[in-house]
């Protein structure tokens, strides 16, 4: 966060308790003294009358903070220099909102704490206006607070406040986390001055950019005696940095003890033991070195640690490590808040996707149940003419017994194999109809089941050819039997010319009929393929479905518009089913063929 985004919360916070009305504007006198006081205590020459110059063209009300932030850019901000003790702007800002803002009934804290806690609250807070902190900074902030007075930090406390939470908006404006830390409701059991002092470590941390700080034991440069002293590692940045050093410490009204700024001119070095005195280190400034002895050798160690990081941040010209870790937190949440943009944007397209699919799907089911229907209603119709025909055959066949006795055990034998027959067509044809429903639930495998299906349409194409050579010789045999019985024998040779080419129509067919099984059996191989792929299609929908919640396959369609025909739906291509028309009318209006 730069210079002047830092300075720009604390502005907001003093033009918002000014806008009493919540109106979003301010009057100019009311503009005119924050000015003034932001001037002085940025140490910037102040021109009393650019305000008035700035809007002379506009009316004698309230000016909004759009209005506002031109004058603060060009007058102000653009020329401050960071000369100027940050605690005093702060602090004055702070005397403005505060007293509209601040709720000091019940608060465990005084108001010395309360600024504390909303410079951390500024230093936290994103860089959005209204200025609010979200969830994860509040967190981290109570976690430093609550390590700071040498508590532990409970998870389950916490997760139990941020249900508490809106659900909308999971975060906290800066009146609304000084009451949660003045009512004590991360630090019960623990009194005001240790409250206090983990607010002030705490803001000493990430205001002040304390890397470290605590009792040590110093060695006098005079008397020679060991000394029990407070000292405390800050990270100073200046243009050029030089070693500063007034008597033995450097006294600063804000801490109650006396301390030493390190810089960058400073090397530490580790001593041995000596005197009496263990885990001994010493501090070289330019004309003066300072023997140490921590308490312990961890502490001594995190010292000289800290003194070296100290050094080695001002010499990159890198910010306190605090600064990088705010950073990185806000970098990872717009990484995520993107992500999460991103899933829902995907997960309404698909869910769109879905919808568009399920329609298209419900119609394509319309289609294809009126498809079936009519294609049961054609084959109705056809059974019915077919049964028609046979009956009418049948009473031929009974009018011929009284002219050929001879043949009729023969024609009932070929009666009967035509029932037979008969009887083999509609069972084809009920196993037509069962497969057309299993067409119809695995549409994924249409490809398969339409080569069976022309294979199958091939088959019954030569029965019905050989069926009209059958008829043909049926109706030769009734011209010859009306013959006189002068050609009786004549019509016997020819009968039995006839009945062995019957006899091989026979076997034709029946070679036909193997044929069709075949097909059949491969067909049913096929549909068990399909069924456990289907099988393990649902396993996997179902794994999807678990794992991913919205999602849903969408199983492709038919990728061309379906014929229906009485063979099935899709039985033949277009180019087939014209060829098909074609040689029909040619047959239909060819003579019958003298035998």
């Given at each position: 966060m730069g210079l002047r985004d830092e300075l720009l919360k604390a502005i907001w916070h003093a033009f918002t308790a000014l806008d009493v009305d919540k109106s979003g504007k301010v009057s100019k006198s009311q503009l005119k003294v924050l000015s003034h006081n932001l001037c002085t205590v940025m140490k910037i020459p102040h021109d009393p009358v650019a305000l008035e110059e700035h809007?002379?063209?506009?009316?004698?009300?309230?000016?909004?903070?759009?209005?506002?932030?031109?004058?603060?850019?060009?007058?102000?901000?653009?020329?401050?220099?960071?000369?100027?003790?940050?605690?005093?702007?702060?602090?004055?800002?702070?005397?403005?909102?505060?007293?509209?803002?601040?709720?000091?009934?019940?608060?465990?804290?005084?108001?010395?704490?309360?600024?504390?806690?909303?410079?951390?609250?500024?230093?936290?807070?994103?860089?959005?206006?209204?200025?609010?902190?979200?969830?994860?900074?509040?967190?981290?902030?109570?976690?430093?607070?609550?390590?700071?007075?040498?508590?532990?930090?409970?998870?389950?406390?916490?997760?139990?406040?941020?249900?508490?939470?809106?659900?909308?908006?999971q975060c906290l404006n800066v009146w609304e986390l000084i009451e949660l830390v003045g009512m004590g409701h991360f630090s019960k059991g623990m009194d005001r001055q240790t409250l206090s002092m983990g607010i002030n470590e705490v803001f000493q941390e990430l205001i002040l950019d304390v890397l470290k700080q605590g009792y040590m034991m110093k060695k006098g440069h005079k008397r020679k005696n060991w000394t029990e002293r407070w000292f405390l590692l800050n990270l100073v940045f200046t243009v050029t940095l030089i070693c500063h050093f007034y008597g033995d410490f450097i006294l600063m009204d804000t801490f109650p003890f006396p301390l030493i700024v390190m810089t960058s001119r400073i090397p530490v070095q580790s001593l041995p033991d000596k005197e009496g005195k263990k885990c001994l280190f010493y501090v070289k400034c330019s004309d003066k070195s300072f023997e140490v002895s921590a308490s312990d050798k961890k502490k001594k160690q995190e010292w000289i640690q800290g003194i070296q990081t100290c050094i080695t941040l001002l010499k990159v010209g890198r910010p306190a490590p605090h600064h990088e870790a705010r950073q990185k937190r806000r970098e990872l949440r717009q990484k995520q808040q993107a992500e999460q943009e991103e899933l829902e944007l995907r997960m309404r397209e698909l869910q769109t996707a879905n919808?568009?699919?399920?329609?298209?799907?419900?119609?394509?089911?319309?289609?294809?149940?009126?498809?079936?229907?009519?294609?049961?209603?054609?084959?109705?119709?056809?059974?019915?003419?077919?049964?028609?025909?046979?009956?009418?055959?049948?009473?031929?066949?009974?009018?011929?017994?009284?002219?050929?006795?001879?043949?009729?055990?023969?024609?009932?034998?070929?009666?009967?194999?035509?029932?037979?027959?008969?009887?083999?067509?509609?069972?084809?044809?009920?196993?037509?109809?069962?497969?057309?429903?299993?067409?119809?639930?695995?549409?994924?495998?249409?490809?398969?089941?339409?080569?069976?299906?022309?294979?199958?349409?091939?088959?019954?194409?030569?029965?019905?050819?050989?069926?009209?050579e059958l008829e043909q010789i049926h109706l030769y045999q009734q011209q010859t039997i009306s013959q006189t019985q002068a050609e009786k024998q004549e019509l016997e040779r020819e009968r039995l010319v006839k009945e062995s080419a019957l006899q091989s129509a026979m076997q034709q067919l029946q070679q036909l009929?193997?044929?069709?099984?075949?097909?059949?059996?491969?067909?049913?191989?096929?549909?068990?393929?399909?069924?456990?792929?289907?099988?393990?299609?649902?396993?996997?929908?179902?794994?999807?479905?678990?794992?991913?919640?919205?999602?849903?396959?969408?199983?492709?369609?038919?990728?061309?518009?379906?014929?229906?025909?009485?063979?099935?739906?899709?039985?033949f291509t277009e180019t087939e089913l014209s060829l098909r028309e074609k040689d029909w009318q040619e047959k239909k209006n060819r003579p019958p063929t003298p035998q």
């Amino acid at each position: 966060m730069g210079l002047r985004d830092e300075l720009l919360k604390a502005i907001w916070h003093a033009f918002t308790a000014l806008d009493v009305d919540k109106s979003g504007k301010v009057s100019k006198s009311q503009l005119k003294v924050l000015s003034h006081n932001l001037c002085t205590v940025m140490k910037i020459p102040h021109d009393p009358v650019a305000l008035e110059e700035h809007f002379r063209d506009d009316d004698e009300g309230p000016v909004s903070n759009q209005g506002y932030m031109p004058y603060l850019n060009r007058f102000i901000l653009d020329k401050v220099q960071d000369n100027f003790d940050r605690i005093d702007f702060n602090r004055m800002c702070w005397t403005l909102c505060a007293r509209k803002n601040l709720n000091r009934n019940h608060l465990l804290i005084s108001d010395d704490d309360a600024f504390k806690i909303w410079c951390i609250f500024n230093f936290l807070s994103e860089d959005r206006y209204p200025l609010v902190m979200v969830s994860e900074e509040i967190e981290y902030f109570l976690r430093k607070l609550t390590e700071a007075m040498g508590g532990s930090w409970i998870e389950e406390k916490f997760e139990e406040y941020k249900l508490q939470l809106s659900s909308k908006h999971q975060c906290l404006n800066v009146w609304e986390l000084i009451e949660l830390v003045g009512m004590g409701h991360f630090s019960k059991g623990m009194d005001r001055q240790t409250l206090s002092m983990g607010i002030n470590e705490v803001f000493q941390e990430l205001i002040l950019d304390v890397l470290k700080q605590g009792y040590m034991m110093k060695k006098g440069h005079k008397r020679k005696n060991w000394t029990e002293r407070w000292f405390l590692l800050n990270l100073v940045f200046t243009v050029t940095l030089i070693c500063h050093f007034y008597g033995d410490f450097i006294l600063m009204d804000t801490f109650p003890f006396p301390l030493i700024v390190m810089t960058s001119r400073i090397p530490v070095q580790s001593l041995p033991d000596k005197e009496g005195k263990k885990c001994l280190f010493y501090v070289k400034c330019s004309d003066k070195s300072f023997e140490v002895s921590a308490s312990d050798k961890k502490k001594k160690q995190e010292w000289i640690q800290g003194i070296q990081t100290c050094i080695t941040l001002l010499k990159v010209g890198r910010p306190a490590p605090h600064h990088e870790a705010r950073q990185k937190r806000r970098e990872l949440r717009q990484k995520q808040q993107a992500e999460q943009e991103e899933l829902e944007l995907r997960m309404r397209e698909l869910q769109t996707a879905n919808e568009n699919k399920q329609r298209e799907l419900e119609a394509m089911r319309k289609k294809l149940e009126e498809a079936a229907a009519n294609a049961a209603e054609e084959e109705r119709r056809r059974l019915q003419t077919q049964s028609e025909l046979q009956d009418l055959y049948r009473v031929e066949m009974e009018k011929e017994k009284m002219v050929r006795q001879q043949m009729e055990e023969q024609v009932a034998q070929k009666s009967s194999e035509l029932e037979q027959y008969l009887q083999r067509v509609r069972e084809l044809e009920n196993m037509y109809h069962r497969l057309e429903e299993a067409l119809e639930e695995e549409r994924q495998a249409r490809q398969d089941e339409e080569t069976v299906r022309k294979l199958q349409a091939r088959l019954l194409e030569e029965e019905v050819s050989k069926r009209a050579e059958l008829e043909q010789i049926h109706l030769y045999q009734q011209q010859t039997i009306s013959q006189t019985q002068a050609e009786k024998q004549e019509l016997e040779r020819e009968r039995l010319v006839k009945e062995s080419a019957l006899q091989s129509a026979m076997q034709q067919l029946q070679q036909l009929e193997d044929d069709r099984w075949g097909a059949l059996e491969q067909y049913e191989e096929v549909m068990k393929k399909l069924a456990d792929a289907a099988n393990n299609t649902k396993s996997w929908k179902d794994k999807v479905a678990h794992h991913e919640g919205l999602i849903r396959l969408i199983q492709p369609g038919p990728k061309y518009p379906q014929k229906i025909t009485n063979w099935g739906p899709a039985a033949f291509t277009e180019t087939e089913l014209s060829l098909r028309e074609k040689d029909w009318q040619e047959k239909k209006n060819r003579p019958p063929t003298p035998q």
